[in-house]
């Protein structure tokens, strides 16, 4: 997806924040999603990071039931597209909207060419086969996935545009800002293509990768102190303060 068509999307010139809600149960979910569309977000994504799917599912209904024009996407913790894109293609058939897919792992091979990523290509093919029609959003050289060597990030993001809408990198863990030089590294390699960070971003270090990055996935960095099942009103609005004042510039080529 080129990063201009994102930015149109959400209606959004600087960098798209979507909070994270770790889901515990629906009230907990109802709540903090409340938190994220009062303060003026364009969307939230939603992970069973203390929950099973099965437990998950209820909730994700319920949280549509009760925002029906939010945009909300899921991730089904440590679960690829092989086995989300079949369940979210059946929430789509009862009426359920889930309006992106966030994957930890979007299973490719940076030592492999772009048109033999099996994994990929089979991801690929069951999402087609679901007829879901969200945004998949792929985990690359990401968090507690399989280790990428540095030198190997460039290839493994340009690999990746072609098999996901929206490229999506990560620190070494859940809080922990990557190192500027791989967002750097992550940009040349994507291109023009829509480029998410999904770790490590808070109000104070927000500018620093703005310049290069069309989304940021943000949870611990937005959440009170010790506490990331449930959204900080004040630093959400201090990120999106910053975020829409990035409006002032045009939006990315």
């Known amino acids: ?13 600087g960098p798209v924040v ?16 409340r938190i994220a569309m009062q303060a003026g977000a364009p969307g939230v994504l939603l992970i069973n990071h203390d929950i099973s799917v099965e437990a998950f599912l209820p909730i994700i209904r319920s949280a549509r039931a009760r925002f029906p024009s939010a945009w909300i996407g899921v991730n089904f913790l440590a679960v690829t597209g092989k086995a989300a894109f079949p369940i979210l293609g059946e929430l789509q058939r009862e009426g359920v909207a889930v309006d992106a897919y966030w994957a930890d792992d979007a299973c490719l091979n940076e ?26 959003m792929g985990g ?90 449930n959204l900080d009103p004040e630093r959400l609005a201090r990120l999106l303060a910053f975020t829409r004042r990035q409006g002032e510039a045009p939006l990315p080529a």
């Open 1 to 13: 997806m080129h990063r201009q068509d994102f930015h149109k999307l959400f209606k959004s010139p």
């Open 18 to 33: 979507l909070p994270v809600i770790h889901v515990l149960d629906s009230e907990q979910t109802e709540r903090n999603l």
């Open 111 to 136: 030592m492999e060419p772009v048109d033999n990523q099996k994994d990929a290509a089979e991801i690929e093919a069951i999402r087609k086969a679901s007829g879901w029609e969200g945004l998949y």
């Open 140 to 229: 690359t050289c990401f968090k507690k996935q399989r280790e990428v060597a540095p030198e190997h990030y460039e290839v493994s993001a340009r690999i990746a545009v072609s098999w996901m809408d929206v490229v999506t990198t990560s620190g070494i863990a859940t809080g922990h800002a990557p190192e500027l030089e791989k967002i750097e590294t992550f940009r040349r390699g994507v291109g023009d293509a829509a480029l998410a960070l999904a770790s490590g971003i808070t109000p104070e270090n927000a500018p620093v990768f703005a310049p290069l990055v069309d989304c940021f996935i943000v949870g611990t960095g937005i959440s009170y102190e010790g506490d990331f099942h």
